[in-house]
């Protein structure tokens, strides 16, 4: 006599619903784990700022690593990937839509879907920092990196760590390649980086300034308009007005919360949750279904952070199926105050905060710069 799987589906298969797929599966003799994501590929973003600015950097097999390869070690009743889009929620018959055409049921739901950023769903010119949310990554990546190939004048609203990072990727491909390029950075607030210690942002502005990246405080862009003959018209909250070949938002992020019912999100569009990172429904009543990552009202949106609620999901789940035969006692997520964040202004150098401190450039280059972490992305949804 068989006995009977447990069902967990899991939406989103990033830095924080592979994880947590993982240790089910590690852990959970009877659990079977369904993975749903839009695209088949898993995209290593946090390399998104040298992978845009310097197509050579790195191999697309680098940074798109196929989803069904981490997971081809649990065997087919224990594991099924599926590609394709959840459009909705049924919490009171335990099922997701998948495409609008499949219903999957599910025992246990886990949303990790994440976020998206203004620049990557843009209609004009996508220049991809995070998943698209469609099977369109590799063509996406390609047309950015050639647009900002040829063009001679870029502007780049927001100066945080995507901003930054960006502005100092291209400034120095410009430099190798001898080519003019006229970057201008625009931070809304009094320096950049402006989440880090100022000691961080001087080192950065300074970074910055030897590769000759205009940097513009204290002002916001309020329009940016394309005009007919391909030129970028864009206005600041001083009146000021730039024009550019380019133009590439890096403020803000967006919730892929499309098909999430809205009594479950916030005024923001994120997804509240409790300690123990169980969704809340309207009344604020934990529901048997649970969510991680950039979805969630966290406000650190960061890999790190997904990767620390990953954690906390997969132990809660592991508890509530196995009750007091599992080894995982229920945990609580706390996301704290404290920043740890290096941000490389190109390969040879940058900066950051780390344990309260800003670091040395040198540091950022071995920690960071030489390869934004390339390397290890396999390992970030357990594929090597």
């Known amino acids: 006599m068989t006995s009977t799987k447990t069902t967990v589906v899991i939406i989103g298969a990033s830095f924080a619903g592979a994880p947590i797929a993982h240790s089910l599966l590690k852990d959970v003799p009877t659990v079977k784990v369904i993975l749903i994501n839009p695209s088949p590929t898993f995209y290593f973003s946090i390399a998104g700022p040298r992978i845009m600015a310097k197509p050579t950097a790195f191999q697309p097999e680098q940074y798109l690593i196929p989803i069904e390869s981490a997971f081809k070690k649990y065997p087919s009743e224990s594991f099924e990937f599926v590609q394709g889009r959840v459009t909705a929620i049924d919490p009171d018959n335990k099922s997701v839509m998948v495409d609008s055409q499949t219903t999957i049921p599910f025992d246990y739901l886990v949303i990790a879907a994440g976020s998206t950023t ?101 002002h916001a862009v309020t329009e940016a308009v394309l005009s007919t003959n391909g030129t970028w018209n864009i206005s600041l909250s001083n009146g000021q007005q730039l024009t550019a070949d380019l133009y590439i938002p890096t403020t803000g992020v967006l919730p892929n919360n499309s098909f999430i019912p809205q009594q479950w999100l916030d005024t923001d569009g994120w997804v509240k949750v409790d300690r123990e990172l169980r969704v809340q429904d309207g009344q604020n009543a934990s529901l048997p279904i649970y969510a991680a990552g950039d979805i969630t009202n966290n406000s650190m949106r960061l890999s790190f952070k997904a990767t620390e609620q990953a954690a906390v999901v997969a132990a809660n789940i592991k508890n509530d199926i196995l009750g007091k035969a599992s080894k995982c006692k229920r945990r609580v997520y706390d996301q704290g105050d404290s920043i740890m964040m290096v941000v490389p202004v190109g390969a040879s150098g940058g900066t950051g905060q780390l344990f309260g401190m800003t670091p040395w450039s040198f540091l950022i280059r071995s920690i960071k710069g030489k390869d934004f972490f390339v390397s290890k992305a396999p390992s970030f949804i357990g594929a090597s």
């Open 118 to 218: 203004p620049s990557t769903v843009r209609n004009d010119i996508p220049i991809p920092f995070k998943q698209s949310n469609v099977d369109n990554m590799e063509t996406l990546i390609k047309n950015a990196q050639q647009e900002i190939l040829s063009a001679s004048q870029i502007v780049i609203a927001g100066a945080g760590p995507i901003g930054v990072e960006l502005a100092g990727e291209l400034a120095e491909a410009a430099q190798e390649q001898g080519k003019s390029l006229k970057i201008s950075l625009v931070s809304a607030s009094d320096r950049v980086l402006p989440m880090l210690k100022p000691s961080a942002s001087k080192a950065a502005e300074s970074l910055l300034m030897q590769k000759r990246v205009t940097i513009i405080l204290s």
